[in-house]
């Protein structure tokens, strides 16, 4: 077998040319065996299986660098990178990581997770280069999807000015994780279409250099006839405009047109766009016949693509959100769904179908949407803006310059909010509590089960005063039976889930029903615990927490968050604020560090979550507390 001689690109280029072929085909075949068992992003890497070979057949890893945008797609180049033995243990805890990671190959020079970054760390590293004095090349793969976040069009701004010497690949599968949209993804289908503008380019540039031109009174002239041409051929060479030299569009998946190409790209001077043409999940029938379902994918059968049946249980927060905004959008004709490109993972599709004129997918682009629901709002329309915790860091000036500073009644339903598991560090939903709370005329929630979940998305889009905040985690729901009715949870009141003596454990939003089972192992050690579901982190229910210390409990504090300024601290500010320095207050959050992949309860027991650790700890600060 090719593929296992391959424990380093050296071994790569020693292969014929020839072989190149069958080494895509042994790829294909080990890709979509192993995934079948370990899950993964398998359809975008179906789809760069050739790219990643010319790319490290022709350039010289890890001198040459490849920044991988998004970097889902970087499997084959692990492949490649000699990782292969460790695929078994791909996304999994202590395993091989999902994306590029420095810590597990020289060859992994650009960390990513989050889309659209390429263009820019290129920038930087071409711009690095020279400074330095040395000669490398620089190569940036995005897909069309990426292209569309505004970093990325911020970068091809920059890097057209510039001028350096760099490669954009630019991996145009006309998918994102559901169909790109948008009118960037409109025009590359306008290149895609014409095929020939690539050779009558090339044909218009051989003739216009037979005449002589540079140093005579025409040369200026003559320049701007030839980039006048360019325009006739096709309508609007963007890229070109833009101070790129545009290669393409060429058949991503034909190894010698590859070649080809990528050879002219890296002796072309200054910045360079390879448009390829790929198909996801090229060469296995399921993924390409459902890319959308393939994006990412659990494990499956490999004959049939069926993906392994979920093992029951309560339905998943995500889902719940989806129904309910179905319900409500039914109720209030005001409201509105806005999702950057994640329509799929938010449960937002069969919305999408009911309400196609309520639906906004923006593409990759977290900032617009956060501005274009500030936009929204200002009309009296209500804008759920649908949004995954991680990606929600991205907007954040819009959720604060344009959304809080206004005042706008915009409803930001925060999904995957807490530990994401297999996707790791990346996408850790983990820091919206603080950087939410900080800001002035937010209001911001975490429902205990799922029933709470409709009942505070209703409240939300009732609220009207200004920006509220739902978030939710990816997992299951807790099983509790769904009202038929709506209710309004009153803004800033916690609800006490059981009561109890010796201390109180205030649990935000997923930590209740920790909580609960935390309660139920301290009972058996002779401490009673009340639980406190505190439902908000902003306002906080000062009440109860003063009610707690006047009963001198100590409290402690629960959450699925970062330590560093999310619920625990707002207590203890609380406290702080109205100069009380003796209240008894324990912070249980996630510590100071980036928690890698692996499932959901590993990274609870990872950071000492899970109910027989609280229990542990609690029984340690209760006794403490007794001994002072
Ligand atoms: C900032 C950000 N927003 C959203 C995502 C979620 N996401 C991951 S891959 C992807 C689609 C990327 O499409 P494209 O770049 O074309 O790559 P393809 O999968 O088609 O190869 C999206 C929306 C992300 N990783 N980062
Ligand atoms: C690479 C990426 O950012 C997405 O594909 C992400 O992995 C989706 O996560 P979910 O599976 O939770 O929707
Ligand atoms: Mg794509």
């Given at each position: 077998?090719?593929?296992?001689?391959?424990?380093?690109?050296?071994?790569?280029k020693k292969l014929p040319v020839e072989e190149l072929p069958k080494l895509a085909e042994e790829i294909r075949q080990f890709l979509i065996e192993s995934l079948s068992k370990t899950g993964g992003h398998l359809a975008s890497n179906l789809g760069v299986i050739e790219l990643t070979i010319a790319l490290h057949y022709l350039f010289d890893s890890p001198k040459d660098k490849f920044l991988w945008d998004v970097g889902h797609q970087a499997y084959v180049h692990k492949l490649l990178t000699g990782r292969m033995d460790l695929f078994p243990t791909l996304r999994q805890y202590k395993g091989l990581c999902g994306f590029p990671k420095m810590s597990e190959s020289e060859h992994d020079v650009w960390e990513t997770g989050h889309s659209s970054t390429s263009l820019s760390g290129a920038m930087g590293m071409a711009a690095a280069r020279d400074l330095k004095g040395e000669d490398n090349k620089v190569v940036a793969i995005i897909g069309d999807g990426a292209l569309t976040g505004g970093m990325a069009l911020e970068a091809l701004n920059h890097i057209g000015e510039e001028k350096k010497d760099l490669i954009v690949v630019l991996n145009d599968n006309e998918m994102s994780i559901s169909?790109?949209?948008?009118?960037?993804?409109?025009?590359?289908?306008?290149?895609?279409?014409?095929?020939?503008?690539?050779?009558?380019?090339?044909?218009?540039?051989?003739?216009?250099?037979?005449?002589?031109?540079?140093?005579?009174?025409?040369?200026?002239?003559?320049?701007?006839?030839?980039?006048?041409?360019?325009?006739?051929?096709?309508?609007?060479?963007?890229?070109?405009?833009?101070?790129?030299?545009?290669?393409?569009?060429?058949?991503?998946?034909?190894?010698?047109?590859?070649?080809?190409?990528?050879?002219?790209?890296?002796?072309?001077?200054?910045?360079?766009?390879?448009?390829?043409?790929?198909?996801?999940?090229?060469?296995?029938?399921?993924?390409?016949?459902?890319?959308?379902?393939?994006?990412?994918?659990?494990?499956?059968?490999?004959?049939?693509?069926?993906?392994?049946?979920?093992?029951?249980?309560?339905?998943?927060?995500?889902?719940?959100?989806?129904?309910?905004?179905?319900?409500?959008?039914?109720?209030?004709?005001?409201?509105?769904?806005?999702?950057?490109?994640?329509?799929?993972?938010?449960?937002?599709?069969?919305?999408?179908?009911?309400?196609?004129?309520?639906?906004?997918?923006?593409?990759?682009?977290?900032?617009?949407?956060?501005?274009?629901?500030?936009?929204?709002?200002?009309?009296?329309?209500?804008?759920?803006?649908?949004?995954?915790?991680?990606?929600?860091?991205?907007?954040?000036?819009?959720?604060?310059?344009?959304?809080?500073?206004?005042?706008?009644?915009?409803?930001?339903?925060?999904?995957?909010?807490?530990?994401?598991?297999?996707?790791?560090?990346?996408?850790?939903?983990?820091?919206?509590?603080?950087?939410?709370?900080?800001?002035?005329?937010?209001?911001?929630?975490?429902?205990?089960?799922?029933?709470?979940?409709?009942?505070?998305?209703?409240?939300?889009?009732?609220?009207?005063?200004?920006?509220?905040?739902?978030?939710?985690?990816?997992?299951?729901?807790?099983?509790?039976?769904?009202?038929?009715?709506?209710?309004?949870?009153?803004?800033?009141?916690?609800?006490?889930?059981?009561?109890?003596?010796?201390?109180?454990?205030?649990?935000?939003?997923?930590?209740?029903?920790?909580?609960?089972?935390?309660?139920?192992?301290?009972?058996?050690?002779?401490?009673?615990?009340?639980?406190?579901?505190?439902?908000?982190?902003?306002?906080?229910?000062?009440?109860?927490?003063?009610?707690?210390?006047?009963?001198?409990?100590?409290?402690?504090?629960?959450?699925?968050?970062?330590?560093?300024?999310?619920?625990?601290?707002?207590?203890?500010?609380?406290?702080?604020?109205?100069?009380?320095?003796?209240?008894?207050?324990?912070?249980?959050?996630?510590?100071?560090?980036?928690?890698?992949?692996?499932?959901?309860?590993?990274?609870?027991?990872?950071?000492?979550?899970?109910?027989?650790?609280?229990?542990?700890?609690?029984?340690?600060?209760?006794?403490?507390?007794?001994?002072?």
């Open positions: 077998m090719l593929l296992e001689q391959m424990q380093s690109p050296d071994d790569l169909p790109n949209v948008g009118a960037l993804h409109n025009y590359l289908g306008r290149l895609r279409t014409n095929k020939t503008y690539s050779k009558t380019k090339h044909d218009l540039e051989s003739l216009i250099k037979k005449i002589p031109s540079v140093g005579t009174p025409f040369a200026h002239l003559l320049e701007r006839v030839k980039d006048s041409l360019k325009f006739l051929v096709v309508d609007g060479v963007l890229f070109e405009t833009l101070g790129f030299t545009y290669l393409g569009p060429i058949d991503g998946h034909n190894l010698t047109d590859l070649m080809e190409c990528l050879r002219q790209a890296a002796h072309t001077k200054g910045p360079v766009l390879v448009h390829i043409v790929t198909r996801k999940g090229n060469g296995y029938q399921p993924a390409e016949e459902d890319q959308v379902n393939y994006h990412g994918v659990g494990t499956y059968k490999i004959e049939s693509g069926a993906f392994a049946k979920k093992s029951g249980g309560p339905v998943a927060y995500p889902a719940v959100f989806g129904e309910t905004m179905i319900k409500l959008a039914e109720e209030n004709p005001k409201i509105v769904a806005i999702s950057p490109a994640m329509l799929t993972g938010s449960k937002l599709e069969k919305f999408q179908r009911r309400f196609p004129d309520r639906t906004f997918d923006v593409g990759i682009a977290e900032q617009h949407a956060g501005t274009f629901a500030a936009g929204i709002a200002t009309q009296g329309v209500i804008p759920v803006f649908s949004i995954y915790s991680t990606f929600l860091q991205r907007a954040y000036d819009q959720v604060v310059h344009d959304i809080c500073r206004q005042n706008l009644h915009v409803v930001f339903a925060i999904d995957r909010a807490g530990f994401v598991g297999e996707d790791g560090e990346t996408h850790q939903g983990i820091y919206d509590i603080g950087f939410m709370r900080s800001q002035p005329n937010m209001v911001m929630m975490m429902p205990k089960d799922e029933n709470e979940l409709q009942h505070m998305l209703y409240t939300a889009t009732e609220y009207g005063k200004g920006p509220i905040a739902v978030r939710y985690s990816k997992a299951n729901g807790t099983g509790v039976q769904m009202d038929e009715e709506f209710k309004l949870i009153p803004i800033g009141k916690s609800e006490t889930v059981q009561d109890g003596e010796d201390v109180a454990l205030v649990a935000f939003g997923s930590m209740v029903e920790p909580a609960i089972q935390t309660a139920e192992l301290l009972q058996k050690q002779g401490i009673s615990a009340k639980v406190v579901n505190a439902r908000f982190v902003k306002p906080l229910d000062e009440e109860m927490l003063l009610s707690l210390y006047h009963d001198q409990m100590p409290i402690v504090t629960m959450e699925e968050g970062a330590l560093q300024g999310g619920f625990g601290s707002a207590v203890l500010e609380f406290f702080a604020q109205r100069e009380i320095y003796d209240a008894k207050v324990k912070l249980l959050a996630i510590p100071d560090y980036f928690v890698e992949h692996g499932s959901m309860a590993q990274q609870m027991e990872e950071v000492g979550l899970t109910p027989p650790q609280i229990a542990d700890q609690v029984t340690r600060f209760v006794k403490k507390k007794q001994e002072v």
